[in-house]
């Protein structure tokens, strides 16, 4: 299987997806999940979550992702922080929405050289702090809204 779109199926919890080594494409947006966002498949490019009742944090295990490539997340519950290395992902991943979640602390500045981000939306959570400097080395970039936050800063900077 490459694709498994199960987007607005009224899903109220992840399917099992253990032996499922060779999918690409994730789609279980619009449903009723709810809990933690379990370990997916490491050979995603593409995985859309958003519009669930999803919290806890953003797993750790979501950077072992080498080929992702569009993450949406957005309209959850997802709290805490950032992980760290998800901004070591940014030289692969071109769309990030994790707009309209609960998400809090700084957006780190360790955006990459070789950043191919065309879309980052972190807008509608709690994050503070300044826009990073680094953000500058994402010459692809179409789409950035960071907006609704507690961030006191203007870009380009």
Known sequence: MSELNLASCQLQKFPDLKNQSFIFALDLSYNRIKGNIPIVPTSLIYLSIANNKLTGSIPS????????QFLDMSNNSINNKLPPCLFQMFDHLSVLNLGRNRLS??????????CSLK???????NLEGKVPRSLQRCAFLEVLD?????????FPC
């Not at 602390?105 to 070789?114: E, K």
């Not at 960071?146 to 203007?154: F, L, M, P, Q, V």
């Open 119 to 125: 879309t980052l939306d972190l807008s509608n959570n």
């Open 146 to 154: 960071i907006g609704n936050n507690k961030i006191r800063d203007t």
């Open 105 to 114: 602390g700084i957006i780190l500045d360790t955006f990459l050289s070789n």
């Open 61 to 68: 295990s979501i950077c072992n992702l080498y080929q992702l």
